[in-house]
Structures are given as C-alpha cells and as structure tokens.
C-alpha cells in the first residue's frame, strides 16, 4: 500500500486541473483495502473518503480535504470457458484499453468498439462507458466489491447493476460512493462478430480498403482509435474528461419541435417515444463549438469535450459548462446533464 499526504492531484485528473488530497491511499489487493477501512473507522473524526479510477471522468473544483483512494488491483485470471465464451475477471486498476488489446490478444471479443477510452476497469464499469453503440454493460457478467462503511464483499449479478446509457446500480443514490470496485467479471465471446451499426464505421472501412469479411477484431480496434484520435484531443496533451456531458434523452415532441427548425437534426431512437440527440451538435448549433473563455474551451472537433487551454482552475470549466449549459436551454429548451462528475466546492 502507497501512502501519500499532501499530495497533487494533477496526475490523477485528466483535465490536469492542479489540486491537492490531505492523503492518497493506493491499495493493490482487497485485503489491504480491507485493512485501510479497519484502521480508517477507528480513527476518532474520520476523513471524507473518496475512490476515484482513471481521473477521466472528474472534475475538482477545490482540494480534497480527506482521503482518495486508488486501486492498484490488477491481477486478470480466467474463471471459466468453454468453446463459446469465456468468464475473465479483471482487477479494476486495470487500464481499461490495456485489457481490450489483452482480450483481443487471446481471441476473447465483444469489446473492440470500446478502444482508447481512457481510465480503469474499476471506474468503467460504473460510468457504463460506451462508444461506437457498444457500452461495458453489456459485457459485464458481475462486479465484485468492497463496502466503504464496514469492509464487507459483495458480487453484483449483471441484473443487480441496473445497466442503462452511462448508468449502473453505483450511480444511485442508494450506492453512490459507498463501494469500492475491486474485480469486474467480464463475458466475451470466443468468435467475432463486430458492430459496426453505428454512424459512419462502415464508412471508415470502406474508405481504407477493408472489406467487413476480411475485418479482423485488431484492424476493427486500429479503426476506431484511427476515429477517436482524429475528433478527441489527448488528454496528455490537452487536459479533458472526454464527453463533458450526457446526450439528453428527451421525448419525441421536443425532436418535432427541433426538426421544424433543423430538419437534419442527428438522433439515435432511444424507445418508441423518446430519442437521444447529440449534445455536441446542440451546442454547435448555440456557436459554442472552438469558442474560449478564460482558461477553458469547448473543443473545435467535437464540441461535448470541454478542454483546459492550460493553467485552468475547475472552476474556469465549471464557468464554461454552465454558460454552455445556458445556451443550450435558451435556444432548445434542453437541459444538458454533466457526463463528468464534480467534486468540491468553489
Ligand atoms: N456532432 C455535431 N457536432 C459536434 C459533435 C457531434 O454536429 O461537435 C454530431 C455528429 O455530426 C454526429 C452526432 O453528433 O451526427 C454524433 O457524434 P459522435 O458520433 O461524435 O458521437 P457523440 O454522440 O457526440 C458519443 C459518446 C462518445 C463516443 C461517441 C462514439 C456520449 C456522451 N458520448 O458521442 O463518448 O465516443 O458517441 O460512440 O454518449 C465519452 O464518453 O467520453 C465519449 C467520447
């Protein structure tokens, strides 16, 4: 186990926003996870208590007067097989694109779509990420945790965890922040079949030459991080949490009303009576996309991803997202809902 005090935060958050944690617990196992809470809830005022993963997915807005946690959980080991499929649990320090290369490397398939989304194994099963009509969810067979309160394990059955659009069960009021994620048991399949339904991968394929019968599931993962990299900015380079925020699910009434105004409106059918439309092109059309303010930007390839132009504060990109977040309800009557999550206070 690390133990760290006082320290920055600038390496753990994507947007490298520069905060600092009272302490920083790495743990690699779940029995010294275990033996940090046993001691933790025996100290006489215990400290606020926060896990992150990846840090792809936050934004601080102050220093972390208490203690972050970060699993160093990494062991994958093989629970079962059979000629189909295979059981894999995964420690959640995993990185996530690490273990979509290692399953393809052993012929295990169902997540090439989900290539080069930055953080861990451990956070992606509970922000549901998903790219290219593919979330973790669906692959996600159970989750095995550790209580925060009182150490105790848990193994959440893929019913358990509620999965809907970047939604589990650890999004919920009655689960926030209470679990740790120590293992994600993941089902995949012994046989490709790539999903190649959503906008614009057929088209991709056919622009390189590639014919859907000659696709293999390492050309499909080249594809998509060819994809990724030429609308997202690397978050190495250029801070930023991926998609800021959510595309909004809203009835079919509000896409009428959207159409009679912009009849070449893009949504994906989310039922028979509602639709998801892309946040990035509603803030487009409010002339947000590219536009600077103070140290933050919206980004000029895809205007969901809010960017840190350098030495941004979070609230430089909390400044930012609520004057997006204004535009959009004036022009739309749409309230857009942050993707990221935010910690502190300003
Ligand atoms: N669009 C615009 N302007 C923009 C961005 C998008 O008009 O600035 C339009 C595009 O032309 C397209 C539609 O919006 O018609 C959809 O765009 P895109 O395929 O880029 O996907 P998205 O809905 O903007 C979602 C995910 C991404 C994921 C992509 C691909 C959310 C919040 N975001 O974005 O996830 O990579 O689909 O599957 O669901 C992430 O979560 O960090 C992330 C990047």
New binding site residues.
């Given amino acids: 186990m690390t133990d760290l005090e006082n320290c920055s935060l600038r390496e753990y958050n994507t947007f490298g926003i520069d905060v600092r944690t009272r302490q920083l617990v790495m743990y690699s196992s779940v029995s010294e996870l275990q033996s940090f809470l046993d001691q933790y809830h025996h100290s006489a005022v215990p400290a606020p208590l926060l896990h992150i993963g990846g840090g792809s997915n936050l934004l601080f807005l102050s220093d972390f007067p208490g203690i972050i946690l970060f699993s160093q959980i990494k062991d994958i080991e093989v629970l079962s097989e059979d000629e189909d499929s295979v059981l894999v649990s995964v420690g959640a320090g995993v990185t996530h694109d690490d273990f979509v290369q290692y399953a393809i490397d052993n012929g295990w398939y169902g997540l090439e779509n989900l290539s080069l989304?930055p953080g861990q194994v451990g956070a992606a099963a509970v922000q549901n990420?998903?790219?290219?009509?593919i979330e973790a969810g669906d692959f996600i067979d159970s989750v095995h945790t550790i209580s925060l309160l009182d150490g105790s394990e848990k193994t959440w059955s893929h019913d358990e965890l509620t999965y809907s659009?970047?939604h589990s069960i650890f999004k919920d009021d009655s689960a926030r922040g209470l679990y740790a994620v120590c293992h994600v048991c993941y089902q995949l399949s012994k046989s490709f079949t790539p999903y190649l339904e959503?906008?614009?991968l057929k088209e991709s394929l056919r622009q390189i030459g590639i014919s859907e019968k000659k696709l293999t599931a390492d050309k499909l993962r080249s594809v998509i991080i060819r994809t990724?990299r030429s609308?997202?900015p690397d978050p190495k380079v250029t801070g930023n949490?991926?998609?800021f925020?959510?595309?909004p699910v809203v009835g079919n009434d509000t896409l009428q009303k959207i159409q009679t105004r912009y009849p070449d409106v893009?949504y994906f059918v989310v039922d028979t009576a509602h639709v998801k439309i892309?946040?990035?092109?509603l803030?487009?059309q409010c002339g947000w996309?590219g536009k600077t303010l103070g140290h933050a930007a919206v980004h000029d390839?895809?205007?969901?991803?809010l960017v840190n132009k350098g030495g941004a504060t979070g609230r430089d990109i909390l400044t930012l997202c609520q004057a997006v977040q204004n535009a959009v309800f004036t022009k739309f009557g749409i309230r857009l809902i942050p993707?990221v999550n935010i910690i502190g206070r300003i």
């Fill in positions: 989304i990420i998903g790219a290219y009509g659009y970047r959503y906008g614009g990724r609308k997202l949490a991926g998609s925020f959510m595309n893009p892309p946040a990035g092109w803030i487009e996309k390839r895809q205007a969901l991803v993707e």
